[in-house]
């Protein structure tokens, strides 16, 4: 069979599988409407391709799919060892890097099918990640199918596409056939052409649907209907019975529950609408499923969905998501309570939580005969569930109903538990207020008695923390003590790493220098036992701890380390935190090709949370306003807004820094200095370092009052106090060029052209205007009109390719090497060294390198 | 994409000779353009040549920065306009 209009999306996978054949493997991912002819694709293009190995998994459309249910499908062709590591809790990581090593040792190359991903579930989308970042150097091609118009805004998969993004991934979308095509199938089929395309838009499926039936049928339902209509009845039941079972369903399965007859088996298979594949039966396609299973009557239904419910508990093997998925079609409230437990637990112990939050939702709702403590217990793994996966509503309503039942059965401890995650969730949503009330009700209700328990020690941490997060450090301090001593004596480790976290970080930011070394513990705890998030969140306080004090050397070391321990976990969303947050300090270290690459790239991943936007919008703002480029404004607007959403210090503050400078750069003075001020207050109050300094500065320069600048060493004060070159020099001491600079505009003609020339060299083009006009006014003679950036970093003269060919032709490289190590020809690098000992005027690579030592350029 | 307009300086003045090695240089900045989505439309340089101004559509000021190091080409300012014709109201 030939496929019509296919011609380049084949090309592009067989392209792409000779890559992976020798070693570059990569991941495809096949978009299209359902019935477009996606899967029709891969199956023709899988009978080409040997010697290889295909691996074939699907996604079903279940109330809740099961958890790495694509894997289960291939896993036993690929290395039939994985299947023991399934749904065991912890065996994830290993599961994963089991696969990974099973297709790498493959002889022969091996392309992986995994269909219609918009229904997979959380686990089978980590899979995906996991393996498509890392298929790079692996002889084996991935080709994913779903469909594009069924993934809205907030779909998980989308989240997924937005991070599948670089060299080793392509995407394919297979638009509708033309009418010249559809002609030509209805010219194959003996068929007049008139209406189809229009009728159909061009759906391959839907085309031959049409085609195979006589007359037009106004859509694929009536398609199907009419050719089950003609079928007796023992035919239909059997049609009906696999309709109403999403992806495949197995031969044994549809023996055991209707015990069908061989002739009517035969005239089922022989009508046209199902696929024999051996030991399973399918729809030729899953519309003409949907279609079938729309047409049966819900009462019938339900009978249908209990006799294969019936079928599925006989069948030990058979995953639970799919008992609970037909037991909830059957209305059997008790049989989908039972097995939506064990169900939510398999989904759990691969990573599938959102899964198993609709699991344990489910049984909620159909769990009316619990007694109480269980039914409390089940609301709490809900909650739990939901905010793992930001469904923060519905895991305060669980939560809250967890609480009432507690309250009601005098369970202390948990009520104290549940008013504790309370807080938490309303931290999470934005609601300090009520975070506040729920944090002290926990502790009065559970600081009883001489000896506090874990729960009170909990309860005293999530206080610390949420004090910590609101700079008010003597309470974290106080609280978080508390939670220490509670932690040791009890010997609880978790415990102990969060409340050590908070301490250690409040006393740092307090300007106690020993807090490091206690965040330092609380990483080696969490790191000793696993513990990802309290890693997470330990790694997140270090670079910010060392932000907030200038150190950037230190922030850069830990970000190295930290960055190592996420990329091999996929820890996406704490990496991206700490990345933003980079860019802030690539922009103040000067390092602003660097810092605006990495702010754009994170501005345009879908989703990121505000946290994550507002440092690299304040970056590509500040960028912009330095350099004189336009889109600055729209930039700091939506910072502004999404800052003081927050309600956080920690936002807002560099967001007004960045307000003011722009203003200064473009010379406006600005009406309204609330935000400021409420902004400075707040960071006296909690004496942070850093933006006491920065704000206070900005008060100052913008002459809106009288602003304390509280250390009086500090290279702000120092300015503020007309000491601008010592104020400068302190600046270059911290590594930072454009403040040094800026000091610089205080001073007198020679300390401008200093300046002048440091914005010359960062590329700030509009701070270098203000600085000649400056110079102009002052009745300076012969104002430079200002040469080029690149120029100016180095006198020579050299071009940036040429440093980079004098810096290797400095650590001893051939022409040879430094071609290779630059991915240019051995020509080209001729020429270069040529032009540089030209510019340089020296006659030897030797004397070249001696200067490149001399000038440091062998450092570039 | 939008479009901007780049101000460029060139102290030592702008030569592009009309010959095959004119060609090839802004073949080449053709080239390394399209490889970050930017386009070089037109450009206006000054009587004396010090100073240029260029047309160019791309996703973001900070690509035209990234292309211009690339083809070792100055910027003082990048600025984001919008097309105005006087003839469009006759």
Redesign the interface.
């Known amino acids: 069979m030939d496929l019509l209009e296919r011609e380049a999306a084949a090309q592009t996978l067989a392209g792409a599988f000779d890559a992976a054949a020798q070693g570059r493997g990569s991941t495809l991912l096949i978009s299209g409407e359902a019935g477009i002819g996606k899967t029709a694709l891969l199956t023709h293009f899988a009978g080409t391709v040997a010697p290889a190995r295909v691996l074939w998994g699907g996604c079903e459309a279940l109330f809740s799919p099961r958890p790495l249910g694509p894997l289960h499908d291939f896993a036993a062709d690929l290395e039939p060892s994985l299947l023991e590591r399934f749904g065991q809790e912890g065996q994830r990581a290993p599961l994963f890097a089991g696969v990974l090593a099973a297709l790498s040792e493959s002889p022969v190359p091996t392309l992986i099918v995994i269909e219609d991903l918009h229904w997979a579930d959380a686990a089978t989308l980590d899979l995906v990640k996991f393996l498509a970042r890392r298929l790079g150097r692996v002889n084996a091609l991935m080709a994913l199918t779903y469909r594009d118009d069924e993934i809205g805004e907030g779909h998980a998969l989308r989240l997924v596409l937005g991070d599948l993004q670089g060299r080793t991934t392509r995407r394919i979308a297979i638009p509708p056939l033309s009418e010249d095509a559809v002609r030509e199938l209805a010219d194959r089929a003996g068929h007049p052409a008139d209406g189809i395309h229009t009728l159909t838009g061009g759906n391959p499926f839907f085309v031959t649907e049409v085609l195979r039936t006589s007359g037009l049928p106004a859509s694929i339902l009536d398609a199907v209907m009419a050719r089950m209509a003609r079928q007796s009845d023992a035919v239909r039941l059997l049609l009906e019975f696999v309709a109403i079972v999403p992806g495949r369903l197995e031969r044994r399965l549809l023996e055991r529950a209707l015990e069908p007859d061989e002739e009517s088996m035969q005239q089922a298979l022989g009508c046209g609408l199902l696929l024999d594949e051996g030991d399973c039966f399918a729809y030729r396609h899953e519309l003409a499923r949907r279609a079938a299973e729309q047409a049966i009557a819900p009462s019938r239904s339900r009978r249908l969905h209990a006799r294969m419910l019936e079928a599925l508990e006989a069948w030990p093997q058979a995953a639970s998501a799919r008992r609970v998925h037909h037991a909830a079609a059957a209305g059997d409230d008790a049989a989908a309570l039972r097995h939506a437990l064990p169900a939510a637990q398999a989904a759990i112990s691969h990573g599938a939580h959102r899964e198993a939050a609709s699991l344990y939702g489910l049984a909620l709702s159909r769990g009316g005969a619990l007694d109480p403590a269980t039914r409390a217990d089940l609301h709490e793994r809900h909650a739990y569930e939901c905010y793992l996966t930001s469904q923060l509503p519905a895991a305060i309503t669980s939560r809250e109903a967890a609480l009432g039942i507690w309250r009601e059965l005098g369970a202390r401890e948990a009520e104290g538990r549940s008013l504790r995650w309370l807080s938490r969730l309303h931290w999470y949503s934005g609601n300090t207020p009520e975070a506040l009330q729920y944090a002290d009700v926990a502790i009065a209700l559970l600081d009883q008695g001489d000896e506090p328990t874990r729960e009170a020690g909990w309860a005293f941490s999530n206080r610390a923390q949420l004090d910590m997060l609101a700079e008010r450090y003597a309470g974290a301090l106080a609280h978080g003590t508390r939670a220490i001593s509670i932690a040791e004596r009890l010997g609880d480790q978790e415990l102990l790493a969060h409340a050590l976290n908070n301490v250690g970080t409040s006393l740092e930011l307090s300007g106690d220098g020993r807090g490091r070394a206690d965040i330092e513990r609380s990483l080696a705890i969490a790191l000793e036992h696993g513990y990802e998030e309290h890693v997470a969140r330990a790694y997140v306080n270090l670079v910010s701890n060392a932000f907030f004090t200038l150190d950037y050397a230190r922030a850069r070391a830990t970000y190295a380390e930290a960055g190592l321990y996420f990329a091999a976990r996929d820890l996406d969303s704490w990496d991206r935190y700490i990345h933003a947050m980079m860019t802030c300090i690539d922009f103040d270290s000067g390092r602003w090709d660097e810092a605006g690459e990495s702010a754009g790239r994170i501005l345009s991943l879908p989703q990121a949370p505000s946290i994550v936007r507002i440092p690299a919008l304040v970056t590509l703002a500040r960028l912009r306003y330095c350099r004189g480029d336009s889109g600055g404004a729209a930039l700091l607007a939506e910072a502004e807004r999404l800052a003081m959403q927050t309600g956080e210090l920690q936002r807002i503050a560099p967001v007004l820094v960045a307000v003011y400078e722009a203003a200064w750069i473009e010379r406006r003075s600005m009406e309204n200095h609330d935000a400021l001020h409420a902004a400075y207050a707040l960071a006296t109050a909690a004496r942070n370092p850093r933006w006491t300094d920065e704000l206070g500065f900005w008060l100052w320069r913008a002459g809106a009052g009288d602003a304390v600048i509280p250390r009086k060493d500090s290279p702000q004060a120092l300015q503020r106090a007309g000491y601008w070159r010592v104020a400068s020099a302190a600046w270059k001491q911290l590594g930072f060029p454009l403040y040094q600079a800026t000091a610089l505009m205080d001073g007198d003609e020679p300390a401008l052209r200093e300046a002048l020339a440091i914005f010359s060299g960062l590329g700030a083009s509009a701070l270098e205007n203000g600085c000649r006009d400056q110079l102009r006014r002052l009745g300076a003679r012969g104002v430079p009109r200002g040469p080029r950036a690149e120029t100016q970093r180095n006198p020579s003269g050299l071009t940036v390719r040429e440093i980079e060919v004098l810096g290797l032709l400095a650590q001893g490289l051939s022409n040879a090497q430094i071609a290779k190590r630059l991915v240019r020809s051995e020509k080209t690098v001729d020429h270069h060294v040529s032009a540089i000992l030209g510019k340089l005027g020296v006659r030897s690579r030797t004397e070249a390198a001696a200067v490149a030592h001399g000038s440091g350029v062998s450092l570039i | 994409m939008s479009r901007?307009i780049v101000e460029r300086?060139?102290?030592a003045g702008l030569a592009v000779p009309v010959s095959s090695d004119g060609a090839k240089a802004c073949a080449g900045i053709v080239v390394n353009n399209a490889e970050h989505g930017v386009t070089w439309v037109q450009s206006y340089v000054s009587a004396d040549k010090?100073r240029s101004f260029c047309v160019y559509d791309a996703p973001?000021?900070?690509a035209i920065?990234?292309v211009a190091?690339r083809n070792?080409l100055?910027?003082?300012?990048?600025?984001?306009v919008s097309d105005l014709s006087p003839y469009f109201y006759l």
């Open positions: 901007f300086t060139f102290p010090t973001s000021p900070e920065r990234q190091r070792d100055p910027v003082d300012r990048i600025t984001a």
